[in-house]
């Protein structure tokens, strides 16, 4: 409340009296009092200014923020400069989301106040200017700041946090290392520091700063979730399930705090025991959520990608994964109603493609320099533009780079949805798609909720993840005819499509490049053979491990190469599995850094053999070690995910391809090709000859084509059915 030093002693009486009584009942937080007070002395000579000022600031304080601006308004003319009067109306704007008024209004009080309650004025001009997505300006404002209070800790940490924010994740420490000169002992530059950590993808040190923010404040919500977080991360998933049991004990409301704690999966299984350990985990944590009806869903509780590590046991997760998508169905109804309420009118939608051009949206969170754009960025040029327009489309939050903008640009539209998901849904809805097709459902968590509302009415999903996502709204999957075998539609949620072909994608080979490069570029042995397994770690099931062991048993002249996870540590977790499972193939592991993809290419080029992982293999990688030739030994499964190595040999034609029927055999291919050189080079040379079959697959983007109008004729052929018998 302002103050009365300006009130000559002569009227200090009853209006005093009253007004310090209404100041008592303002700290006490009993504004109402304070009001009743404050009521009384509105048409005060002395007090009226004042009492309507702070009429406003108890209405603010209350949670009634229209309200209060009338009243600080009133205060207002009567004096336009009275800054407490001022200051409260800032709040109550930046309450009532008014941000270009709030914008103005910061700009205009800068600099006319005391050194703390100006600290509020940039604070809340700042928060403004990010709510308006006007990061660069908040970042220039917050300098501004910090030009007039360079010992301000809040102008550090919020200058950290936009540099970081925007990428520049060196300056934003730099930017912590001063907050940390100016208070050494801060929970806050502690928990700073940890996200900053997180996105520079150095979770040991993240670890270690949430656990020093931790004990500043050991009952803190949001600590304990972002140790979960990193801990999981990392593949410390016991762990990680503990610390999200601390937060499900915090918020025992909450159902996605209680299935992080219960389907945490391992991302380096330390064994196949474990697997199973942690799938019982799994089945017994849905079926404790499942039969408790008080638990509730909120998007802003931050989930781990639940389902994300089932692909890579070798089980058949059907059932499983349409189980855990009902749940979340059921989970989310409130604010699936929510999201209806506000239908787009037919007047605002546009209408669809019409009889000739169809309207298509890919829709990602990973259209950006990822393996995801690798696999769709063929079939998004190449589609026909006199039969398709072409919606790119950007979950909030995605990342922005030159692939993402050269991407953008082969598009008819481009659309960058809100973290809203009312918002999103009225904005896919407004474009009249024909067709939705959701290239990479199951990689982050909450990406069920656009499907489940269907705001196309033709819903499609594809081999960016290579199996189904689970969820009934999705009508199809697109997949090859030679790529899935007998019955594999009894794997699918989704109506299977088998295209013609062996492989479900246009893969370009313009822009690959090979620069060869000398073994000894990469510090590998001159003299051995190198057998190389350069997919991501946490494909590897511990099934294969046996294979290595066997494999280095046979061929003690093989050393094997194997790319590091861009996290050390489940990196260490992995070798350490190899020294108890495969000690033998582990004595001659060599590790390499992760890489940019022309060293890749140079990689490949320099192994002599490359191993497919069983159960989970190859699907880019297949594309890139064709480029430059190097033979691929595999084992062909019973399903998408293992047939792409074997799928993509009779693509082309190669005869006696090293396709193994059983682990037995898995192991004397690599063996003979270990120890036949002539064979390696004669298969290297035929997979060079012939690997223009699997690029630029021209008939592949044709019958994707015709899969798609055939797909809105029978949906329009339905509707209109249904509206004639109504």
């Known amino acids: 409340m302002a103050d009365d030093t300006s009130s000559p002693p002569e009227d200090r009486s009853e209006g005093m009296r009253l007004y310090l009584q209404a100041k008592d009942h303002f700290e006490a937080a009993r504004y109402q009092d304070a009001?009743?007070?404050?009521a009384v002395l509105r048409s005060d000579v002395i007090y009226g200014l004042k009492a309507n000022a702070n009429i406003g600031s108890c209405l603010l304080m209350m949670g009634l923020p229209r309200p209060s601006l009338r009243?600080?308004?009133?205060?207002?003319?009567?004096?336009?400069?009275?800054?407490?009067?001022?200051?409260?109306?800032?709040?109550?704007?930046?309450?009532?989301?008014?941000?270009?008024?709030?914008?103005?209004?910061?700009?205009?009080?800068?600099?006319?106040w005391p050194h703390e309650e100006e600290e509020e004025v940039w604070r809340l001009w700042v928060a403004s200017l990010r709510a308006t997505n006007r990061e660069e300006r908040a970042l220039e404002v917050v300098r501004h700041w910090l030009s007039r209070l360079p010992l301000s800790l809040e102008g550090h940490l919020l200058e950290a946090e936009l540099l970081s924010e925007q990428g520049d994740n060196e300056q934003a420490v730099s930017?912590?290392?001063?907050?940390?000169?100016?208070?050494?002992?801060?929970?806050?530059?502690?928990?700073?520091l940890s996200?900053?950590?997180?996105?520079?993808?150095?979770?040991?040190?993240?670890l270690q700063y949430v656990d020093k923010a931790?004990?500043?404040?050991?009952?803190?919500?949001?600590?304990?979730?972002?140790?979960?977080?990193?801990?999981?991360?990392?593949?410390?998933?016991?762990?990680?399930?503990?610390?999200?049991?601390?937060?499900?004990?915090?918020?025992?409301?909450?159902?996605?705090?209680?299935?992080?704690q219960h389907l945490m999966l391992p991302g380096i299984p330390a064994s196949r025991e474990e697997i199973e350990e942690a799938r019982t985990r799994f089945i017994n944590g849905l079926s404790l959520v499942e039969s408790s009806p008080e638990l509730q869903l909120d998007v802003g509780d931050e989930a781990i990608p639940h389902t994300f590590e089932l692909a890579y046991h070798n089980q058949n997760d059907r059932k499983l994964l349409e189980r855990y998508m009902d749940l979340m169905r059921r989970l989310c109804e409130p604010l699936l109603q929510e999201v209806r309420q506000n239908q787009v009118s037919a007047k605002q939608a546009k209408p669809g493609g019409g009889e000739n051009r169809l309207r298509i949206g890919f829709l990602s969170r990973n259209f950006y320099g990822h393996s995801n754009t690798i696999a769709f960025s063929g079939l998004i040029r190449h589609l026909d533009r006199k039969r398709f327009e072409v919606v790119i489309i950007h979950l909030a939050h995605s990342r922005h780079d030159d692939v993402r903008d050269s991407l953008n640009a082969i598009c008819e539209?481009?659309?960058?949805?809100?973290?809203?998901?009312?918002?999103?849904?009225?904005?896919?809805?407004?474009?009249?798609?024909?067709?939705?097709?959701?290239?990479?459902?199951?990689?982050t968590s909450y990406e069920f909720i656009l499907p489940f509302l269907c705001p196309a009415p033709i819903q499609i999903t594809g081999w960016g993840i290579p199996h189904t996502s689970g969820i009934r709204e999705i009508d199809y999957y697109i997949s090859a005819a030679e790529l899935e075998p007998r019955g594999a539609e009894d794997q699918y949620t989704e109506t299977l499509i088998r295209l013609p072909g062996g492989l479900p994608c246009h893969f370009e080979d313009e822009g690959l490049t090979l620069t060869p490069l000398p073994r000894e570029y990469f510090f590998l042995p001159p003299g051995d053979t190198l057998v190389g397994c350069l997919q991501a770690l946490h494909k590897l099931h511990p099934d294969f491990d046996l294979l290595l062991e066997k494999i280095a048993q046979e061929n003690p002249g093989v050393a094997f190469v194997f790319v590091e996870d861009s996290i050390p540590s489940r990196t260490r977790l992995f070798l350490e599995r190899l020294s108890r499972t495969a000690p033998s193939a582990r004595e001659r592991c060599i590790p390499l850094a992760f890489m940019g993809r022309a060293e890749y290419h140079a990689l490949c080029n320099c192994l002599d053999l490359l191993l497919d992982p069983i159960y989970y293999g190859s699907g880019i990688t297949f594309f890139e070690a064709c480029f430059v030739g190097t033979p691929i030994v595999t084992l062909e499964g019973s399903n998408l995910r293992s047939r792409v190595v074997a799928c993509g040999y009779r693509e082309m034609g190669i005869d006696d391809p090293p396709i193994a029927a059983n682990e037995a055999e898995y192991v004397r291919l690599v063996s003979e090709l270990c120890n036949n050189s002539e064979r390696r080079i004669r298969l290297k040379a035929e997979i060079l000859a012939n690997n223009h079959r699997v690029f630029n697959r021209m008939d592949y983007i044709r019958s994707f084509e015709a899969f798609c109008f055939q797909a809105v004729n029978t949906s329009r052929q339905k509707q209109s059915g249904g509206s004639q018998e109504q």
């Open 214 to 260: 931790l004990e500043f404040d050991p009952d803190s919500f949001v600590y304990h979730c972002r140790r979960g977080k990193v801990l999981h991360l990392t593949g410390d998933w016991k762990a990680a399930a503990t610390s999200y049991g601390k937060v499900a004990s915090m918020r025992p409301n909450s159902a996605i705090h209680l299935l992080n």
């Open 175 to 192: 930017s912590l290392a001063k907050a940390f000169r100016i208070a050494p002992a801060s929970e806050k530059v502690y928990a700073h």
């Open 195 to 206: 996200v900053v950590m997180i996105r520079m993808r150095r979770h040991e040190a993240a």
């Open 35 to 38: 009001i009743r007070c404050l």
């Open 413 to 443: 539209k481009v659309i960058n949805l809100s973290s809203s998901y009312v918002d999103a849904y009225q904005t896919l809805v407004s474009e009249g798609l024909d067709i939705l097709f959701f290239t990479d459902l199951g990689m």
């Open 71 to 112: 009243f600080l308004d009133r205060a207002l003319r009567q004096d336009p400069e009275f800054l407490p009067a001022l200051l409260s109306k800032l709040k109550a704007l930046s309450v009532e989301r008014c941000h270009e008024e709030v914008v103005e209004l910061a700009e205009k009080l800068v600099g006319n």
